[in-house]
């Protein structure tokens, strides 16, 4: 116990120490950080998995995770800056306007018009100019200023009510965000006991050294996920697989991944009717949810049309793909050939594990979510160490050497900014995703043995 507090405030420290540090330099230490602490958490199942823990243990880790996530609350988010949009977004949604409608860059223009009016002809000030010209410079901050907003509907509502709490603060933004991990604890610890399994294994996540920095440090909207998924996953632990239908419906509305649990959760069912019907259940909740989004949805403009066609950032995999279907010249664009080969690869594979697990205890349609969701991290054109977080709920559930090492060492994403010639870059997702792949390997290659020696 004094070990874990003792490495968590190291880690606290160093964080905070970091967000206060100027120049390329911190973001290799943080990198190192990352990793040594993911490496630190690796251990963390054989402390927990000891048998006679009491509940004061229990409450003493949460006590350690909480005042973790209390301390780097004021912390400036390193490197990120994906919270300046949140924040405007909160804004626009607050006061009633269509986050999906106007990008950023042409709100500026109606403030600062690029080109001077005609006399007579003064530009009218728009509803979304009057909120930016209020926003203490959140407009002229965001990111991809071009492009609207990614985030879908249920995301906005988490930026509103930090809007509303607070305008333009990035400190109501992280409380808001800290109630959302509090509710996530509660629902796994909820999920642990309705698996019969110790509450102690919930802090395979509250004190996951990634969760906590890009969450209490980074501020990332994934935060709103976690409940999501561990309400998910405690509805299908309990039976209640029409809530989870709902559940996987609310989760794509805050992410579109969640969709690829749609499998796992419907081959619960034993007949063919009912699992129709989950299945559509789920998917009507999503695209109800998701409506707003999906009807303004230009793609001129839209932030979700340009990050499905060309957004590839620190993926080992993914360009590898590319480049061999490039060599391959079978014609049509590879970027968009790599992406549907991904899809279709991910997808099969949510089914087939989906329906592999149908008729085994509910804790193998978990392991089967969690083999989905690291296929897609591994394959995905995107693999910022945020999304990791995704695997972290399943994990405390069904944990596996792959996964775990993939949370582990993917803070080796932050080297990326250590350098202007490209070695951070080129040396983070090797670093990120090299031992889970191994893993990946490993496990196929014993399977193999045995069904041969079987």
């Not at 050497?401 to 070695?423: E, H, N, Q, T």
Request: overall charge positive.
């Amino acid at each position: 116990m004094v070990a874990i507090a003792s490495a968590a405030a190291l880690f606290v420290a160093l964080l905070g120490w970091l967000s206060l540090a100027r120049g390329a330099w911190p973001a290799t230490v943080l990198a190192i950080v990352l990793v040594l602490a993911g490496i630190a958490w690796l251990v963390l199942p054989l402390v927990i998995g000891r048998p006679g823990r009491s509940a004061s243990s229990l409450r003493m880790f949460i006590i350690i995770g909480l005042a973790a996530r209390l301390a780097l609350l004021p912390s400036p988010p390193l490197y990120e800056d994906d919270y300046v949009r949140y924040l405007w977004d909160g804004g626009v949604t607050a006061a009633g306007l269509n986050p999906y409608v106007r990008t950023p860059a042409s709100i500026l223009n109606d403030i600062h018009p690029l080109f001077p009016q005609m006399p007579g002809a003064a530009r009218p000030a728009s509803p979304e100019a009057a909120l930016g010209a209020q926003s203490n410079g959140v407009l002229e901050r965001v990111s991809y200023p071009s492009v609207t907003t990614i985030y879908p509907p249920l995301a906005q509502l988490g930026f509103a009510a930090a809007h509303l709490i607070w305008p333009w603060s990035l400190l109501a933004w992280k409380v808001i965000g800290l109630a959302a991990e509090a509710l996530t604890l509660w629902l796994l610890i909820g999920g642990l006991r309705a698996a019969q399994r110790s509450p102690d294994w919930a802090m395979l996540y509250w004190l996951c050294p990634l969760v906590i920095k890009d969450f209490a440090n980074g501020a990332h909207m994934d935060v709103l996920l976690m409940p999501a998924l561990a309400g998910l996953i405690w509805a299908m632990l309990a039976g209640r697989l029409r809530m989870a239908a709902v559940l996987i419906g609310v989760a794509a509305a805050l992410k579109f991944w969640p969709l690829l649990l749609v499998p796992g959760l419907a081959w619960r069912a034993t007949r063919w009717p009912e699992r129709v019907a989950l299945a559509a259940l789920a998917l009507a909740s999503a695209a109800l949810l998701l409506a707003p989004q999906l009807l303004a949805l230009d793609p001129a403009s839209s932030g979700l049309s340009a990050y499905a066609e060309s957004w590839v950032r620190n993926s080992l995999a993914f360009p590898a793909i590319q480049a061999m279907i490039t060599a391959l010249a079978i014609g049509g664009d590879p970027a968009l050939l790599t992406r549907l080969l991904v899809v279709a690869i991910v997808s099969g594979l949510a089914l087939r594990w989906g329906v592999r697990s149908a008729y085994a205890p509910p804790i193998a349609t978990i392991a089967a979510w969690r083999n989905t969701v690291l296929a897609l991290l591994l394959l995905s054109p995107t693999g910022y160490s945020w999304y990791a977080t995704w695997l972290v709920p399943l994990l405390v559930f069904a944990p596996e050497a792959a996964a775990m090492l993939l949370v582990a060492f993917i803070g080796a994403y932050y080297a990326r900014f250590a350098d202007s010639a490209g070695w951070g870059a080129a040396l983070a997702p090797r670093i990120g995703f090299v031992p889970a792949w191994a893993a990946v390997v490993v496990t196929l290659l014993r399977q193999r043995i045995a069904n041969a020696r079987g």
